[in-house]
């Protein structure tokens, strides 16, 4: 029971935190979430701070577990499946991003945990450029691409799509946050790459895009 309590604790602090942001919320807000006392929520957790810090290792477990599942297929599928874990993932703690500064300055150990995360994620993106490219699907960095670019314009859109969503005021639609990443990818296709991709992907964003 103790176990299952700091899960529910732990849960309702995530959904608050992307709700309101980690500096608005209350222990009696999250207590109430959960539906327990403050007596109670303190017995498990003592400060708002314990409660941060588990928030974000479970956060970091997330995160790592999207990271393990690079490139375990040889087409584009890979990514496609990775950008739908990535989507749900920023969906969840969208507080990652805009609340970065906050937790750089109180919590310089988590901060110290995130980079390295966050720099893997960007290194993977290139990583899986580069692969294409020797499998003959994207076309060769001499014909005027510089993937290291668009490496770090496929980072931008995936970390940046729900920051971007609430600050336009629009939904965070999935189908339009694949189409958004595939389409800064389709122009560097080879006939080949082309011909993946209507095959493998064009089907995946079209049923998306009718749900």
């Given at each position: 029971m103790s176990n299952e309590t700091k899960k529910r604790i732990i849960d309702a602090a995530t959904h608050l935190f992307g709700t309101h942001g980690l500096a608005n919320v209350r222990l009696q807000q999250v207590?109430?979430?959960?539906?327990i006392s403050v007596g109670n929520l303190a017995y498990h957790f003592r400060t708002k701070d314990l409660i941060v810090k588990a928030v974000y290792e479970q956060l970091f477990q997330d995160f790592s577990r999207i990271l393990s599942k690079?490139?375990?297929?040889?087409?584009?599928?890979?990514?496609?499946?990775?950008?739908?874990q990535y989507f749900d993932f920023f969906q969840q703690y969208p507080f990652f991003i805009?609340?970065?500064?906050?937790?750089?300055?109180?919590?310089?150990?988590?901060?110290?945990?995130?980079r390295?995360?966050?720099?893997?994620?960007?290194?993977?993106?290139?990583?899986?450029?580069?692969?294409?490219?020797?499998?003959?699907?994207?076309?060769?960095?001499?014909?005027?691409?510089?993937?290291?670019?668009?490496?770090?314009?496929?980072?931008?859109?995936?970390?940046f799509w729900s920051q971007q969503a609430v600050l336009r005021n629009?939904?965070?639609?999935?189908?339009?946050?694949?189409?958004?990443?595939?389409?800064?990818?389709?122009?560097?296709?080879?006939?080949t790459g082309q011909a993946e991709?209507?095959?493998?992907?064009?089907?995946?964003?079209?049923?998306?895009?009718?749900?």
């Amino acid at each position: 029971m103790s176990n299952e309590t700091k899960k529910r604790i732990i849960d309702a602090a995530t959904h608050l935190f992307g709700t309101h942001g980690l500096a608005n919320v209350r222990l009696q807000q999250v207590a109430a979430a959960c539906g327990i006392s403050v007596g109670n929520l303190a017995y498990h957790f003592r400060t708002k701070d314990l409660i941060v810090k588990a928030v974000y290792e479970q956060l970091f477990q997330d995160f790592s577990r999207i990271l393990s599942k690079h490139l375990q297929q040889r087409s584009f599928l890979d990514l496609e499946q990775q950008l739908d874990q990535y989507f749900d993932f920023f969906q969840q703690y969208p507080f990652f991003i805009a609340d970065l500064s906050e937790i750089t300055r109180d919590f310089p150990e988590l901060q110290g945990k995130s980079r390295p995360l966050v720099q893997k994620m960007y290194l993977q993106i290139k990583s899986r450029l580069d692969f294409d490219l020797r499998r003959g699907v994207l076309l060769p960095s001499e014909a005027s691409i510089n993937y290291d670019t668009l490496a770090h314009s496929i980072w931008s859109t995936i970390v940046f799509w729900s920051q971007q969503a609430v600050l336009r005021n629009v939904p965070s639609q999935k189908a339009f946050f694949h189409e958004t990443i595939w389409k800064q990818i389709t122009p560097c296709l080879t006939s080949t790459g082309q011909a993946e991709f209507r095959k493998l992907i064009q089907p995946h964003i079209t049923t998306s895009k009718e749900r």
